[in-house]
């Protein structure tokens, strides 16, 4: 397809020039990166003789290097916010932009190189080159989505290059297919190996430490349920930003004239300032010395106050205002190169506890498999009892020969274990490590986030069967899951094949699952099968996450795409996608057989409500539920095992803090408040009050009877909105919206804050004398409109375009034009406005309303009424709205225009900062921040989990929950809650018990059934209706009648066709008279 003197500019199609991207970079470190490879260039073009470029439509079979460089342009970059809007809520633009300048080698293209590949290559890098020399083996498809049976015996790095490109035609995707050299290493900012001799390893490595600029160079292996990571990012290396969090701020209440100088914050929010850390002062009245931004360091850190090393004795007195801000301090690492850092390793990043003592020896034993590899020329074998006894030798002889240090013990059995996996790239582990290692490229390019320093090492022997494997059930079938099985076994292998698993949800996490799975060949067996359900369709800013889906894929379901994509990883899938939410209202759907012949269940979901929903409906029919979550950087998992572990629902994360109602209307003192009002408005404005209208056009005399009975003030409230939509406010013409949005602006910038000032003036006080504009309270200042101002201009036209589309408006080509449009505005009245006395201003924080109650609403309702109907009679027949509902994700509805404008000029009335459209979109759509590394890292880590679960005989000190946050990074894993037991006698029972009688029963049968257990019933009901009370005398003429029939009877309910039984609850005692809380029971009727 390509030769050496073909270019590669016009062979993809590239949306942006990546060179162009240097024009925004400020960091010396991306600076230096940049010059690099602008210098290199030529030289990798002169050395390479055959170029294998990865364009849409195919690849080049010649062996040869592939230099990947497209040319340095002045063109700028452009961030496809649509596409990357999740994944800039965590790096933010200046991140984005070094990632799209940056190009990255990844050497080894098995499982791990092809999940590092896929995580890159999604987060938008501006080159990947692939590096293998080896060809696509069976063993080889246990590890990597890339490879089909087709790819036999053809160069690892060639094939994946086309499926990598599906992701993401704007990142340049080549090859290279012969023998590295050092030199060749000098054209990327980061290199990255996955399969490599420690010999070669440290040559690369000290290439890469000495390059000026320095090469970010990172080994990784994944050897069964082994991997390592070792990181090396030069002599010196900044890290821009520690932890990628927002920086931590506080409104001050009061500065002492001290030394050292006291600041007191209000008690709105705990600080989150540490000891030694570095803070600005802005806005602070009185002592304006503090306002100089000059960093100032702190002590004595306290939940709402601290002190500055500064003297402020003689500075001016404190009177009021004033925010003060975390100041984020870069940090310089020394990373220590390979060969030195195996000698002194330092400090080894744990992530389990439990096994504290377990990398010093991994470490050794990582360097006894490679000099195995050498000696014996290929990995230990899998059973080979004798591979792993000079394994164990070499790692013995390892640590004889260390200075200092010796490891006491080695222990054999772990060790053993080792060398069983050596050969083996297992899926999860390869989608756990290929997001831990995505994410420390994305560190070494841009500098975000606190890189690995420097090794890590990680095992799962717990996910091992729990009875010992026979030796030769680890030998190879000639099948895709051989590599799999030199690792677990066959007999696990046809349990994973006959699993039957519910998933719910095919978003990003889902994605990655069925990825996973299909590779571990779950459901793939003759008696297997996949359910998959997500009620959802795919949208643009889907496609930098959930890999599976393509922009041609936008507007389908998510679940069917995802299933189509799965099947194609491996075809022996069984698997059904459904659209159904995951809902008591899919339960006909989702019925007891379905839920009884289940294996297991993994959630896939974003929201709590559906997660608890599944939680409880996998306690009442006992299956596991392996539960995961991300946001941004951070990665948790919660494996849920029937009558081992608390249930998911059973602990509960605080909810989010809600901003009182009077400070969202009248006294915002942060942007949050500002979008989260603007929110409010347009949803009130455009999707609420015209949907009201509709109801009432609909059916008036209904309509108005409901308003009349309820008769409070927020009846009135919507009467009033609905009529000013079809009197004063109603629009028949584009310019009617113009003048409507115009007067808006008024409204609500203008003569509300001028109301709001007249009523608490600047000077004004308490009762209790107190200052009323006290922090947090910020005084606001009234806007005046200007066509001059741009942010004013496009309030007004996203208004005027979002009115017209209410009420059915055409919209003249010309609105969209700013200078004939201002002229448009300028046309409208205003009228003056005068400040009212006794209006009040809601200020009571508890208020949950702005309506207030009145003692004439009801008359006031019957005016309201009268007017309305005057109004209905003038319209056209079928007269209707347009309700229209917030869509953040499209860029040319006027929706996020609207929204912004409304939050940035109320921002402006209170001097609170303004944000760009993107941030606005963020914080207004309450979009969770995602990534894909920490999306795969999250399944990866559940899926070596779902090996126990299928086994079905670990205990649960053998299962791990995860918490982890690639930022830091930090991994902390621990064994799961257990569940509570209740004990009674004889018997024991937790949340996982619901007792089952069969047959049919009466009334008197369960009594007795109960009786039996030592149990007193002396209740029972189903849902809310009282079956059976023993103090109602009437009640015991039930007692011969059959249960069913009582529910029928009684609660008149009707049983579904789909159902078997039904469950009641039932009170209970002893012969003492105690109570004795028992398990829900399940009455089976015919």
């Known amino acids: 397809m390509s030769n050496s003197n073909s270019s590669p500019d016009f062979m993809l199609p590239v949306k942006r020039t990546a060179g162009a991207a240097l024009g925004f970079v400020d960091s010396e470190l991306t600076k230096k990166h940049c010059t690099n490879f602008a210098s290199a260039a030529a030289t990798s073009s002169a050395a390479s003789s055959t170029f294998n470029m990865a364009g849409g439509d195919g690849i080049n079979g010649n062996n040869g290097v592939s230099n990947g460089k497209a040319p340095i342009g002045g063109a700028q970059l452009e961030i496809d916010e649509d596409?990357?809007?999740?994944?800039?809520?965590?790096?933010?633009?200046?991140?984005?932009?070094?990632?799209?300048?940056?190009?990255?080698?990844?050497?080894?293209?098995?499982?791990?190189?092809?999940?590092?590949?896929?995580?890159?290559?999604?987060?938008?890098?501006?080159?990947?080159?692939?590096?293998?020399?080896?060809?696509?083996?069976?063993?080889?498809?246990?590890?990597?989505?890339?490879?089909?049976?087709?790819?036999?015996?053809?160069?690892?790095?060639?094939?994946?290059?086309?499926?990598?490109?599906?992701?993401?035609?704007?990142?340049?995707?080549?090859?290279?297919?012969?023998?590295?050299?050092?030199?060749?290493?000098?054209?990327?900012?980061?290199?990255?190996?996955?399969?490599?001799?420690?010999?070669?390893?440290?040559?690369?490595?000290?290439?890469?430490?000495?390059?000026?600029?320095?090469i970010a160079f990172i080994k990784s292996e994944v050897r069964g349920l082994f991997g390592s990571v070792f990181c090396d990012f030069?002599?010196?290396?900044?890290?821009?930003?520690?932890?990628?969090?927002?920086?931590?701020?506080?409104?001050?209440?009061?500065?002492?004239?001290?030394?050292?100088?006291?600041?007191?914050?209000?008690?709105?929010?705990?600080?989150?300032?540490?000891?030694?850390?570095?803070?600005?002062?802005?806005?602070?009245?009185?002592?304006?010395?503090?306002?100089?931004?000059?960093?100032r360091r702190i002590k004595n850190a306290r939940p709402y106050s601290f002190t500055i090393e500064e003297d402020t004795s003689n500075y001016a007195g404190y009177e009021r205002g004033g925010i003060v801000t975390q100041v984020k301090e870069p940090k310089v690492l020394k990373f220590k190169p390979l060969q030195q850092a195996l000698k002194d390793p330092g400090d080894f990043l744990l992530s389990d506890f439990s096994k504290f003592d377990r990398p010093p020896l991994l470490h050794l034993a990582f360097q006894a498999l490679d000099k195995f590899i050498v000696e014996v020329g290929r990995p230990p074998l899998a059973g080979s009892e004798e591979d792993a006894q000079k394994l164990i030798a070499f790692l013995a002889d390892i640590n004889n020969s260390l200075p200092d240090g010796r490891l006491e013990e080695i222990d054999p059995k772990l060790i053993r274990s080792f060398a069983f996996g050596a050969r083996a790239v297992l899926n999860p582990m390869a989608a756990m490590f290929g997001g831990i290692v995505g994410q420390e490229v994305v560190k070494a390019c841009s500098g975000k986030f606190h890189p690995l320093f420097q090794f890590f090492y990680f095992d799962s022997v717990e996910s091992l069967p729990t009875e010992s494997v026979d030796?030769?059930?680890?030998?190879?079938?000639?099948?895709?899951?051989?590599?799999?099985?030199?690792?677990?076994?066959?007999?696990?292998?046809?349990?994973?094949?006959?699993?039957?698993?519910?998933?719910?949800?095919?978003?990003?996490?889902?994605?990655?699952?069925?990825?996973?799975?299909?590779?571990?060949?779950?459901?793939?067996?003759?008696?297997?099968?996949?359910?998959?359900?997500?009620?959802?369709?795919?949208?643009?800013?889907?496609?930098?996450?959930?890999f599976l889906f393509r922009d041609w894929n936008i507007g389908q379901a998510k679940s069917?795409?995802?299933?189509?994509?799965?099947?194609?990883?491996?075809?022996?899938?069984?698997?059904?996608?459904?659209?159904?939410?995951?809902?008591?209202?899919?339960?006909?759907?989702?019925?007891?057989?379905?839920?009884?012949?289940?294996?297991?269940?993994?959630?896939?979901?974003?929201?709590?409500n559906a997660r608890l929903y599944i939680d409880q409906?996998?306690?009442?029919?006992?299956?596991?539920?392996?539960?995961?979550?991300?946001?941004?950087?951070?990665?948790?998992?919660?494996?849920?095992?029937?009558?081992?572990?608390?249930?998911?629902?059973?602990?509960?994360?605080?909810p989010e803090k809600q901003a009182p109602m009077c400070t969202l209307h009248s006294f915002p003192h942060n942007i949050h408040h500002c979008l989260t009002w603007a929110r409010s408005e347009f949803e009130g404005l455009l999707e609420k009050t015209p949907t009201e209208v509709n109801v009432y056009l609909k059916k008036p005399s209904e309509y108005i009877s409901a308003m009349k009975q309820a008769g409070d003030a927020q009846a009135r409230d919507t009467l009033e909105r609905v009529l000013e939509c079809l009197d004063s406010d109603k629009c028949d013409t584009f310019q009617d919206c113009i003048t409507w949005a115009r007067l808006k602006f008024e409204d609500y910038f203008s003569n509300r804050v001028k109301q709001l000032t007249y009523t608490f003036p600047e000077d004004a006080a308490t009762n209790n004398g107190a200052r009323f504009w006290s922090a947090p309270k910020r005084f606001p200042r009234p806007l005046e409109f200007s066509n001059q101002d741009l942010s004013h201009i496009n309030f007004a036209m996203a208004g005027a375009i979002l009115r017209a589309e209410a009420f059915g408006i055409p919209i003249p080509n010309w609105a969209k034009s700013l200078e004939k449009f201002a002229e448009a505005v300028d046309k409208v009245m205003v009228p003056d406005f005068l400040p009212k006395n006794n209006v009040r201003i809601v200020t009571d924080e508890a208020a949950t309303s702005l309506a207030t109650a009145s003692m004439d609403d009801a008359d006031v309702i019957n005016e309201l009424v009268m007017k309305l109907e005057t109004c209905r009679e003038k319209l056209a027949p079928g007269y209707k709205m347009n309700p229209i509902q917030f869509e953040k994700d499209d860029d040319t509805n006027y929706h996020m225009e609207l929204v912004t404008g409304l939050a940035n000029m109320r921002a402006r009335n209170y001097s609170i900062p303004e944000v760009d459209k993107l941030k606005a979109k963020l914080i207004a759509g309450k979009i969770?921040?995602?990534?894909?590394?920490?999306?795969?890292?999250?399944?990866?880590?559940?899926?070596?989990?779902?090996?126990?679960?299928?086994?079905?005989?670990?205990?649960?000190?053998?299962?791990?929950?995860?918490?982890?946050?690639?930022?830091?990074?930090?991994?902390?894993?621990?064994?799961?809650?257990?569940?509570?037991?209740?004990?009674?006698?004889?018997?024991?029972?937790?949340?996982?018990?619901?007792?089952v009688l069969k047959g049919s029963p009466t009334l008197r049968e369960l009594l007795q059934w109960l009786k039996n257990k030592g149990l007193n019933a002396y209740s029972i009901s189903f849902g809310s209706c009282l079956l059976f009370n023993s103090m109602f005398p009437k009640h015991k003429e039930r007692m011969d009648k059959k249960m069913v029939d009582l529910v029928k009877d009684v609660a008149k309910f009707e049983l579904p066709p789909y159902r078997s039984h039904f469950d009641v609850v039932i009170a209970c005692e002893d012969d003492e008279d105690n109570d004795v809380d028992i398990p829900q029971v399940s009455v089976y009727y015919e």
């Open 471 to 546: 030796p030769n059930d680890l030998r190879p079938l000639n099948s895709r899951y051989d590599a799999q099985i030199s690792v677990f076994g066959s007999k696990l292998q046809k349990k994973l094949e006959d699993a039957k698993v519910f998933m719910v949800g095919s978003g990003a996490l889902g994605c990655e699952f069925l990825k996973n799975v299909a590779l571990m060949g779950v459901s793939c067996g003759d008696g297997g099968k996949l359910t998959i359900t997500d009620d959802d369709v795919i949208e643009k800013s889907n496609l930098s996450r959930q």
């Open 83 to 214: 596409l990357h809007s999740r994944q800039l809520a965590v790096y933010g633009r200046e991140t984005m932009r070094r990632l799209f300048a940056s190009n990255i080698l990844i050497s080894g293209m098995q499982g791990l190189g092809a999940e590092i590949a896929k995580n890159l290559v999604l987060a938008g890098v501006k080159s990947v080159t692939l590096h293998d020399t080896g060809t696509v083996e069976l063993w080889d498809f246990s590890g990597s989505f890339l490879f089909s049976e087709e790819d036999l015996g053809k160069n690892r790095a060639l094939v994946s290059v086309p499926k990598l490109q599906e992701l993401n035609n704007t990142v340049i995707i080549s090859t290279i297919t012969t023998e590295l050299t050092k030199e060749q290493l000098s054209d990327f900012q980061a290199v990255v190996f996955t399969d490599i001799s420690l010999e070669k390893a440290i040559e690369f490595d000290d290439y890469c430490h000495q390059h000026q600029p320095p």
């Open 234 to 295: 030069g002599p010196e290396f900044t890290v821009l930003d520690v932890d990628g969090e927002e920086p931590h701020t506080g409104i001050i209440a009061s500065i002492s004239n001290d030394n050292p100088a006291i600041v007191s914050c209000v008690d709105d929010e705990r600080l989150e300032f540490q000891d030694g850390e570095l803070v600005v002062f802005s806005e602070v009245l009185g002592m304006t010395e503090l306002n100089d931004r000059k960093p």
């Open 928 to 995: 969770i921040p995602a990534i894909a590394t920490s999306t795969a890292m999250a399944t990866g880590l559940v899926c070596l989990e779902l090996y126990k679960v299928i086994d079905g005989s670990h205990k649960i000190e053998d299962y791990r929950n995860t918490f982890a946050n690639l930022a830091l990074p930090l991994f902390s894993m621990a064994e799961p809650v257990p569940t509570k037991v209740i004990k009674y006698q004889d018997m024991s029972w937790s949340v996982w018990d619901r007792w």
């Open 560 to 608: 069917t795409v995802a299933a189509t994509a799965a099947s194609f990883i491996n075809r022996r899938l069984n698997i059904e996608a459904l659209q159904n939410r995951a809902s008591p209202e899919s339960e006909s759907v989702f019925d007891d057989t379905f839920w009884e012949n289940l294996s297991v269940v993994i959630n896939a979901l974003d929201n709590v």
């Open 617 to 654: 409906r996998c306690l009442y029919f006992q299956r596991a539920l392996l539960e995961s979550g991300t946001l941004g950087a951070k990665c948790n998992t919660q494996m849920v095992i029937p009558h081992l572990t608390e249930n998911y629902g059973a602990s509960r994360d605080p």
